[in-house]
């Protein structure tokens, strides 16, 4: 007797193969998969708990958002029109410097139902404050049923790259200080609820960190045997500065404090070059490509093609949702094929394949729990989306590839299974109390903007 039998679903693993079995099954015990493959092959030989017909729906790895921003949340639309620096300096980070613990909490929680909801089921949350009170944050990943990895923020100078005011007075820390309470977040959490939640450091971006703070970073990465997630090359002013001020590159900058490797993530990494592309790719950097992000605030295109063919491991994530409004993985898939075929003027490549890998294995790396999730296939713990195509416009479906990376939206996502334990059914996420989040929510919105001084910028007039 198992747990559970999905059955009867167009599936595709992401395995070594690429396998896609157009009536497939999968078994399931104890949260990891037992066996996948054709469904008259597989579901006659267990006896299930739970079954969970398939038929028209799509079987695919979760989805891994590889950076996200679980305070930002409430700042949904809060100006759509303007461009990153700005927007940071006179929305985001004022309106976080004034954050108390349950304005973050009341985000962070909207955020998790979202990703939940549209298909995502890990996460890289990018930096942490100790005003957002991250030991609630933490508790409610765990409570959610989602895998993550959190990240404490470490900084020891209040600049960013060259702009000594940038970053908000309410989110300074100073170095001593953000280091111990990393440790102590990594100490407390990194494994907690059977691995599903692991706990990373974030430095600031390039101007936040001295050198020996970077260093320290690498150094204590390494002994705790967790992951590093920072802000990278997202700029212009990331390469102005790093040149100014130590006649290095972006790349070679993160080389010389010891910040490449399999267990880095770079979210953004849109300016950098040739050689630093090819030095990426010899130490395995992972990069976290933000297109929805990018594209809005006209910041550039990252050189994914390229960092893909040299070897970097190229995963995708939302950033903020107020520099893209959604947490919809499905849109940063599509949005990364449309943008770099007409950037390369290549009607063929990237492919829906591309795509696919990098919402799904290549984000397992990133976590670094491609041993565990990313594919389905026996022995990986049971991280399954549901994708019901019985809709217009997904109809008729030749290619369920082609459909999840062209077609198909988080709303079209049915049923999310995260370590084998069905987190929603049916649409009803079953960990969350979806209308209590959306009513905290809704109305704490107007609290964290009055309380950071800060007005919405509107479209039209509301009457």
């Given at each position: 007797?198992?747990?559970?039998?999905?059955?009867?679903?167009?599936?595709?693993?992401?395995?070594?193969?690429?396998?896609?079995?157009?009536?497939?099954?999968?078994?399931?015990?104890?949260?990891?998969?037992?066996?996948?493959?054709?469904?008259?092959?597989?579901?006659?030989?267990?006896?299930?708990?739970?079954?969970?017909?398939?038929?028209?729906?799509?079987?695919?790895?979760?989805?891994?958002?590889?950076?996200?921003?679980?305070?930002?949340?409430?700042?949904?639309?809060?100006?759509?029109?303007?461009?990153?620096?700005?927007?940071?300096?006179?929305?985001?980070?004022?309106?976080?410097?004034?954050?108390?613990?349950?304005?973050?909490?009341?985000?962070?929680?909207?955020?998790?139902?979202?990703?939940?909801?549209?298909?995502?089921?890990?996460?890289?949350?990018?930096?942490?404050?100790?005003?957002?009170?991250?030991?609630?944050?933490?508790?409610?990943?765990?409570?959610?049923?989602?895998?993550?990895?959190?990240?404490?923020?470490?900084?020891?100078?209040?600049?960013?790259?060259?702009?000594?005011?940038?970053?908000?007075?309410?989110?300074?820390?100073?170095g001593a200080e953000s280091m111990q309470q990393a440790r102590a977040l990594i100490e407390k959490w990194h494994g907690a609820?059977?691995?599903?939640?692991?706990?990373?450091?974030?430095?600031?971006?390039?101007?936040?960190?001295?050198?020996?703070?970077?260093?320290?970073?690498?150094?204590?990465?390494?002994?705790?045997?967790?992951?590093?997630?920072?802000?990278?090359?997202?700029?212009?002013?990331?390469?102005?500065?790093?040149?100014?001020?130590?006649?290095?590159?972006?790349?070679?900058?993160?080389?010389?404090?010891?910040?490449?490797?399999?267990?880095?993530?770079?979210?953004?990494?849109?300016?950098?070059?040739?050689?630093?592309?090819?030095?990426?790719?010899?130490?395995?950097?992972?990069?976290?490509?933000?297109?929805?992000?990018?594209?809005?605030?006209?910041?550039?295109?990252?050189?994914?093609?390229?960092?893909?063919?040299?070897?970097?491991?190229?995963?995708?994530?939302?950033?903020?949702?107020?520099?893209?409004?959604?947490?919809?993985?499905?849109?940063?898939?599509?949005?990364?094929?449309?943008?770099?075929?007409?950037?390369?003027?290549?009607?063929?490549?990237?492919?829906?394949?591309?795509?696919?890998?990098?919402?799904?294995?290549?984000?397992?790396?990133?976590?670094?729990?491609?041993?565990?999730?990313?594919?389905?296939?026996?022995?990986?713990?049971?991280?399954?989306?549901?994708?019901?195509?019985?809709?217009?416009?997904?109809?008729?479906?030749?290619?369920?590839?082609?459909?999840?990376?062209?077609?198909?939206?988080?709303?079209?996502?049915?049923?999310?299974?995260?370590?084998?334990?069905?987190?929603?059914?049916?649409?009803?996420?079953?960990?969350?109390?979806?209308?209590?989040?959306?009513?905290?929510?809704?109305?704490?919105?107007?609290?964290?903007?009055?309380?950071?001084?800060?007005?919405?910028?509107?479209?039209?007039?509301?009457?």
């Amino acid at each position: 007797m198992i747990d559970t039998l999905i059955k009867n679903a167009m599936t595709i693993t992401v395995d070594d193969r690429r396998r896609v079995f157009m009536d497939g099954a999968i078994a399931i015990h104890e949260g990891r998969i037992v066996e996948v493959g054709p469904a008259d092959a597989v579901a006659g030989r267990y006896e299930a708990a739970t079954v969970i017909d398939g038929g028209g729906m799509i079987a695919m790895p979760g989805m891994v958002n590889c950076h996200f921003h679980l305070p930002q949340v409430l700042m949904r639309g809060v100006n759509d029109n303007t461009d990153a620096m700005h927007k940071l300096k006179h929305y985001i980070w004022p309106i976080q410097g004034h954050y108390d613990e349950e304005d973050a909490l009341i985000s962070a929680r909207l955020g998790l139902l979202e990703m939940i909801k549209s298909g995502t089921t890990a996460f890289i949350s990018t930096g942490l404050h100790p005003r957002y009170g991250i030991d609630a944050i933490a508790e409610a990943i765990i409570d959610s049923g989602m895998r993550a990895a959190i990240s404490k923020y470490v900084m020891d100078i209040s600049a960013y790259a060259l702009d000594a005011s940038a970053i908000h007075k309410g989110l300074w820390e100073t170095g001593a200080e953000s280091m111990q309470q990393a440790r102590a977040l990594i100490e407390k959490w990194h494994g907690a609820a059977n691995g599903r939640l692991q706990a990373w450091f974030s430095p600031r971006s390039v101007g936040g960190c001295s050198v020996e703070l970077l260093r320290e970073v690498s150094r204590l990465a390494a002994e705790y045997g967790v992951g590093i997630t920072a802000h990278w090359a997202e700029v212009q002013n990331n390469v102005d500065y790093t040149l100014e001020k130590y006649n290095m590159l972006p790349a070679a900058f993160a080389e010389s404090v010891g910040l490449l490797g399999p267990n880095v993530t770079f979210a953004h990494g849109i300016y950098f070059t040739d050689g630093e592309i090819d030095l990426l790719g010899q130490t395995r950097t992972n990069i976290c490509h933000c297109p929805v992000c990018n594209t809005k605030l006209a910041m550039g295109v990252a050189r994914v093609p390229q960092l893909l063919a040299k070897g970097a491991n190229v995963c995708l994530g939302n950033d903020g949702v107020p520099v893209n409004n959604t947490a919809d993985m499905f849109r940063e898939m599509r949005t990364a094929l449309l943008i770099h075929r007409n950037n390369d003027m290549n009607p063929e490549y990237p492919t829906a394949a591309e795509a696919i890998e990098m919402a799904t294995i290549n984000g397992a790396k990133a976590l670094m729990v491609a041993d565990r999730v990313g594919s389905l296939e026996a022995g990986k713990q049971a991280d399954i989306i549901l994708i019901d195509t019985r809709k217009p416009h997904l109809y008729p479906v030749y290619d369920p590839v082609s459909i999840v990376a062209w077609a198909a939206n988080g709303s079209d996502v049915d049923s999310v299974l995260i370590d084998g334990a069905v987190v929603m059914r049916d649409r009803t996420v079953l960990t969350m109390d979806e209308a209590k989040v959306l009513g905290e929510a809704q109305a704490r919105s107007h609290k964290i903007l009055d309380q950071a001084g800060v007005k919405p910028n509107l479209v039209w007039p509301l009457l």
